[in-house]
């Protein structure tokens, strides 16, 4: 039996997370989605605590020649979870405005 080359498995593991991830996305009931959204922003929130740090880490005494690229990648990864919370927060916003009742004009007759 041959080996297979990482690039490969790796690949193919990455192309099956995609189909898994799909599934389990679509398959999610309406009333899940607000929770999950939830979920997500926190998940973010340790995304940003990460490149934080990996943003202070290039800045010390040890910085090399490539500090650069790990203050580069901290800084992308609070960019992108700070958008991914922001809109997070806005789409539960309006998931849970949906679910109030809504007020009727004072003139209006009853029907």
Not at 26 to 45: F, K
Not at 86 to 98: C, I, N
Request: aromatic content about 10%.
């Amino acid at each position: 039996m041959e080996h297979v080359d990482p690039t490969i498995f790796r690949l193919a593991i990455f192309v099956l997370a995609i189909f898994v991830g799909y599934y389990v996305v679509w398959s999610v009931t309406p009333a899940l989605h607000t929770p999950l959204m939830a979920v997500t922003n926190a998940i973010s929130s340790v995304i940003i605590v990460g490149g934080l740090i990996a943003a202070a880490a290039a800045t010390g005494q040890a910085e090399g020649p490539n500090g650069w690229i790990a203050k580069g990648a901290g800084v992308a990864a609070v960019a992108l979870a700070s958008v991914n919370i922001f809109g997070g927060f806005m789409v539960t916003r309006r998931m849970l405005a949906m679910y109030k009742k809504k007020e009727r004009p004072a003139g209006a007759a009853h029907k």
